[in-house]
């Protein structure tokens, strides 16, 4: 696990760079990421070559996760796991830190990498390395990275002070990097399916971590991880994806720069439930293929509403097959596109397929995990259903023609789309801002296939 002292500290380019110098050693990693963040995932994801999958112990019962992360590390070819943690080590939903990296750590018995960020710190980092070893001494912290070190005596005070005081070995020391090879924007890093240069960006991460982080002490490290952590033994009765369609339900999927937040986890509980994916772009495509329903992910439409709104073809398309009851399932960015227009600079045509105008503030509107409970009839969860899932967007809603009853989840916990309601449902169509993971919600996969059935 390569953990933090808080969001912004450098771990995910620390892990970034570890996987990818494993990688070129020709080890075989399975990258992993604490919390439901996405793009941070496609990062670790293109940097191994191969999935990576979300671990969270808020949105899935904890056994899921544990079968989860070992399913996919249990693989022939698998060498190692780098779980890349989020926030703070210790941060979590309440006082205790419940569903913090800390207590993903003690649940997958997962020895711990903790990367401080060094910036006008000397000494003090050891006493602050100090504090965390004794905060939950159940954590298992067995290295420090020391991150944006400002040269060779910084290095060396750093260094002696924390495992002089704290017995902790010190695994590397990374100077400041180039922002240039990760620039950020609004919701962390640039994705990696808009920036421009992902290989040179992840080569330089890796030949860094080369350079400063002594490899063998990593893997020497991870070696000693529990094999089945205790927690995780129970193999108990979970939640199974139950086929309900048959070969040749074919699910539509719109992925592209613009709509790139999925879970691996989701695309999978539609394979198991039956479907074959197939997919789409509204930036390159006129018309939608022969379907028999659709799944809309979130992204970031914001930044490609010109193109968006340009492809008259392919937004006129999408309205047809709405009205005529295709069953859509749409998620945040996938919500926008549903909507009448974005207004950014100027007005964006969207769909129209729901009679609703966004536009964009510079603040997140919705930043968290939400919690909703089904109170009205719809295609696709039956009244009374409690889901748990995420949020995070800086749209917001500027206009909402439609009527409270249009709306069918009562929002606990989170923003949703208007007056703690969200869920808007229109014929088959069902678009939130809540995204939801297959693992935790699995009747979702199951309902979206048979609504493809029924209606294909």
């Known amino acids: 696990?390569?953990?933090?002292?808080?969001?912004?500290?450098?771990?995910?380019?620390?892990?970034?760079?570890?996987?990818?110098a494993l990688s070129h050693q020709h080890k075989t990693v399975a990258p992993f990421k604490k919390g439901p963040d996405y793009i941070d995932a496609g990062w670790l994801a293109t940097a191994a070559g191969r999935p990576c999958y979300n671990l969270d112990h808020f949105l899935a019962a904890p056994i899921d996760v544990c079968r989860s992360f070992l399913g996919h590390t249990a693989l022939p070819e698998v060498?190692?796991?780098?779980?890349?943690?989020?926030r703070g080590l210790f941060d979590g939903l309440d006082v205790s830190g419940t569903t913090s990296?800390?207590?993903?750590?003690?649940?997958?018995?997962?020895?711990?990498?903790?990367?401080?960020?060094?910036?006008?710190?000397?000494?003090?980092?050891?006493?602050?390395?100090?504090?965390?070893?004794?905060?939950?001494?159940?954590?298992?912290?067995?290295?420090v990275i020391l991150n944006r070190v400002a040269g060779s005596r910084h290095e060396m005070i750093l260094r002696t002070s924390i495992e002089k005081h704290c017995g902790v070995k010190v695994l590397g020391a990374i100077p400041k990097l180039d922002?240039?090879?990760?620039?950020?924007?609004?919701?962390?890093?640039?994705?990696?399916?808009?920036?421009?240069?992902?290989?040179?960006?992840?080569?330089?991460?890796?030949?860094?971590?080369?350079?400063?982080?002594?490899?063998?002490?990593?893997?020497?490290?991870?070696?000693?991880?529990a094999s089945?952590?205790?927690?995780?033994?129970?193999?108990?009765?979970?939640?199974?994806?139950?086929?309900?369609?048959?070969?040749?339900?074919?699910?539509?999927?719109?992925?592209?720069?613009?709509?790139?937040?999925?879970y691996p986890d989701n695309f999978e509980a539609l394979k198991a439930a039956g479907a074959d994916l197939v997919y789409v772009?509204?930036?390159?495509?006129?018309?939608?293929?022969?379907?028999?329903?659709?799944?809309?992910?979130?992204?970031?439409?914001?930044?490609?509403?010109?193109?968006?709104?340009?492809n008259l073809a392919f937004r006129k398309a999408l309205k047809s097959a709405a009205d005529n009851?295709?069953?859509?399932?749409?998620?945040?960015?996938?919500?926008?596109?549903?909507?009448?227009?974005?207004?950014?600079?100027?007005?964006?045509?969207?769909t129209g397929v729901l009679p609703i105008v966004f536009g964009f503030s510079k603040k997140p509107q919705g930043h968290g995990y939400t919690m909703i409970t089904v109170d009205r009839e719809n295609p696709y969860y039956p009244v009374g259903t409690h889901l748990r899932g995420h949020e995070f967007h800086y749209s917001q809603v500027l206009e909402w023609k439609g009527a409270e009853r249009d709306m069918v989840f009562s929002v606990q916990k989170g923003r949703g789309v208007v007056n703690k309601r969200d869920g808007i449902c229109y014929k088959n169509v069902l678009a939130t801002y809540t995204h939801v993971h297959a693992l935790g919600t699995p009747q979702w996969a199951e309902s979206l296939v048979s609504m493809a059935q029924k209606t294909g």
Do not use: W
């Open 325 to 350: 009851g295709l069953p859509i399932y749409a998620e945040c960015g996938g919500l926008m596109y549903l909507g009448e227009t974005l207004v950014l600079d100027t007005q964006y045509p969207m």
């Open 101 to 143: 990296t800390a207590s993903l750590a003690k649940l997958l018995q997962t020895p711990v990498i903790l990367c401080l960020d060094c910036t006008k710190s000397t000494r003090t980092m050891a006493a602050v390395v100090l504090g965390c070893l004794n905060f939950d001494p159940c954590v298992d912290i067995q290295g």
């Open 179 to 225: 922002h240039e090879d990760f620039p950020e924007r609004h919701m962390g890093l640039i994705p990696t399916p808009e920036h421009p240069l992902v290989a040179h960006s992840i080569k330089t991460a890796a030949e860094t971590v080369k350079r400063h982080v002594d490899l063998d002490a990593v893997l020497k490290i991870a070696e000693g991880a």
């Open 228 to 262: 089945v952590p205790v927690g995780c033994s129970d193999e108990g009765d979970g939640p199974r994806i139950v086929p309900v369609g048959s070969k040749g339900t074919r699910i539509g999927v719109i992925q592209d720069s613009a709509f790139q937040f999925y």
């Open 79 to 86: 060498n190692l796991a780098v779980i890349e943690g989020n």
């Open 281 to 310: 772009s509204p930036l390159s495509d006129t018309q939608l293929p022969a379907i028999d329903a659709l799944y809309i992910g979130g992204g970031f439409p914001e930044t490609h509403a010109p193109h968006l709104s340009e």
């Open 1 to 20: 696990m390569i953990a933090a002292l808080r969001g912004g500290s450098g771990k995910t380019i620390i892990s970034i760079g570890i996987i990818a």
